[in-house]
C-alpha cells in the first residue's frame, strides 16, 4: 500500500525554501549577508498593537471563540473594509482566519474540484499553483506583458476562459513583480467573471502598499459581489507576519463555507491575536501610510542602485516591497546558465539573498525584497555590482 496520498504528492515545499535554508546556513555560520529574500516588513508591528495582544492575555481572554472570530474582529474588518473601499460587507461574510494564506486556502478548497481550472496570472506568488493542485484543480497560466510594467490586460484573461474555468486569481500589488493593476482593469475582469459565472478570488494582501494611486478593493464592486472573494491579509499591511491573521470576505455561503472548513481544521485565530488585531483596524492608520513613505524610498534606493549595474533591467514596481529584476543579459553562460544558478552563486559567491523567478514562473528574474534598511541595499548593490561584472 502506498503511504501518501495523491493530494499530498500533487504539491511540493515552497520554492523559496531551498534558498532560504541555505541562506540561514551561511549566516549561522557567520556570514554577514545582505539579505533581500524574507517576504515581510522589517518593522516592528506597532506598539498599540503589541499591546492590545498583552491586555487581552491579561484579561483572561484566552479560550476558544466562535470559529470565524469574535464578533468586534469581523465587525473591525468590514467596517475598516467599508471605510477604505466603499464595500457593504456585514460581519456574517467576513471569516477571520490564520493569515491570507489559509484564507486564500479555504476559498480554493471550498471552491475548486478535480477538474476544474483556475487562471493564475504570471508571475505568481508560489503557493497558489500547490493550493490549486492540493484541491485537484489545474492552473492556467496567463503571462502578464513586462514590457508594460507587468500588466494583465481583461482581454488576456478572457483568452484563458474556458469551459471548465472555475476561478481567477489577481494580486495587486504583486509578489514578485511589484506590478499594480488600474482600478479599471480590475473592475473589467471583475465584470468579465460576474457576468460568465466565474469567482475572483482576489488577494489583496498588499493593497494598502499601492505608491501610484488609492488602494483598490475588488469588494468595491458591490453589484458582483455574489462572485467576488477578498483575501486580505494585517500581515504586511501592520507588519504582523508572525501573529497569523487574515481574513476572507465575499457570500455569506461561501464564508460559511469557508468557516465550516476551518472547524474541522485550526478553529479560530488565536485569542489574543484577534483583539491585537481589532486594535489594528480600529486605531489611527497612520503607521500604515508611514511605512508606506519608506518603503517609497528603499525602493528607489534599491532601483536607483539597480541601474549602477550594466545589464540588468527592472520595471518600476509600484506596490507592495519587490522588485523583480531581468536578468536576461547574464543567462546562458557558464555557471550562469538559469535564473535558480545565479540566484544560488550570488548567495555563495557575494553573500546577497534573492529569490530566483523559476519561483514565480517565469524564467529570467530575480525578486529582492527592499523591506530592509538602507545599508543592507548600499551593501547588496555593491557586491552585486562586483559579480554582475564578473559574469558579464
Ligand atoms: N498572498 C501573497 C501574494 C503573499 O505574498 C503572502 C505572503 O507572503 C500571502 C498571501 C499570505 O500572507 P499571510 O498568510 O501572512 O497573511
Known amino acids: ?24 546556513r551561511l549566516k549561522q555560520s557567520g556570514i554577514d549577508l545582505a539579505d533581500f529574500g524574507a517576504g515581510e516588513p522589517h518593522f516592528q508591528t506597532p506598539e498599540h498593537i503589541k499591546r492590545a495582544a498583552i491586555e487581552a492575555i491579561e484579561k483572561g481572554y484566552t479560550k476558544y471563540t466562535a470559529v470565524a472570530g469574535i464578533p ?5 474588518v468590514v467596517d475598516r473594509h467599508a471605510e477604505d473601499f466603499g464595500s457593504n460587507y456585514t460581519p456574517e461574510e467576513c471569516c477571520f482566519a490564520t493569515g491570507g494564506k489559509q484564507a486564500l486556502f479555504n476559498a480554493i478548497e471550498c471552491l475548486v474540484d478535480h477538474g476544474d481550472e483556475v487562471i493564475v496570472p504570471v508571475p505568481y506568488w508560489v503557493s497558489y499553483k500547490d493550493i490549486i493542485q ?5 492552473p492556467v497560466f496567463v503571462q502578464a506583458n513586462e514590457a508594460d510594467n507587468f500588466r494583465v490586460t481583461p482581454a488576456m484573461i478572457e483568452a484563458a476562459i474556458t469551459d471548465r474555468t472555475k476561478a481567477i486569481i489577481l494580486n495587486s500589488p504583486s509578489n514578485p513583480s511589484g506590478a499594480v493593476m488600474s482600478a479599471g482593469d480590475v473592475e473589467a475582469i471583475i465584470r468579465l467573471a460576474h457576468r460568465k459565472g466565474i469567482y475572483m478570488l482576489l488577494d489583496e494582501c498588499y493593497t494598502y502598499l499601492n505608491f501610484i494611486g488609492k488602494p483598490v478593493s475588488g469588494g468595491s464592486f458591490t453589484d458582483c459581489k455574489e462572485h467576488v472573494v477578498v483575501l486580505g491579509t494585517l500581515s504586511k499591511t501592520y507588519a504582523m507576519t508572525g501573529w497569523r491573521a487574515g481574513f476572507a470576505l465575499g457570500p455569506k455561503a461561501i464564508v460559511a463555507a469557508i468557516a465550516k472548513l476551518q472547524s474541522q481544521s485550526t478553529s479560530n485565530v488565536s485569542t489574543p491575536v484577534q483583539y491585537a488585531s481589532v486594535a489594528a483596524l480600529t486605531a489611527s492608520q497612520q503607521c500604515v501610510e508611514d511605512m508606506k513613505v519608506d518603503y517609497i524610498k528603499l525602493r528607489d534606493r534599491l532601483l536607483a542602485g539597480f541601474a549602477t549595474i550594466p545589464g540588468l533591467t527592472c520595471t518600476v514596481p509600484q506596490g507592495a516591497f519587490y522588485a523583480y ?4 543579459a547574464f543567462l546562458g553562460r557558464e555557471g550562469a546558465a538559469t535564473a535558480s544558478q545565479v540566484a544560488s552563486r550570488l548567495l555563495n559567491e557575494a553573500h546577497v539573498v534573492c ?7 517565469t524564467e529570467h528574474h530575480l525578486r529582492f525584497s527592499y523591506a530592509t534598511s538602507a545599508d543592507v541595499i548600499d551593501k547588496g548593490i555593491e557586491r552585486m555590482r562586483t559579480f554582475f561584472a564578473g559574469l558579464a
Open 1 to 24: 500500500k502506498k503511504t501518501f496520498s495523491d493530494r499530498i504528492n500533487r504539491i511540493e515545499v515552497s520554492a523559496t525554501m531551498a534558498i532560504t535554508a541555505e541562506a540561514l
Open 72 to 76: 468586534e474582529v469581523r465587525r473591525a
Open 134 to 138: 492540493f484541491a485537484g484543480g489545474t
Open 325 to 328: 529584476p531581468n536578468i536576461s
Open 355 to 361: 529569490v530566483p523567478g523559476e519561483a514565480f514562473g
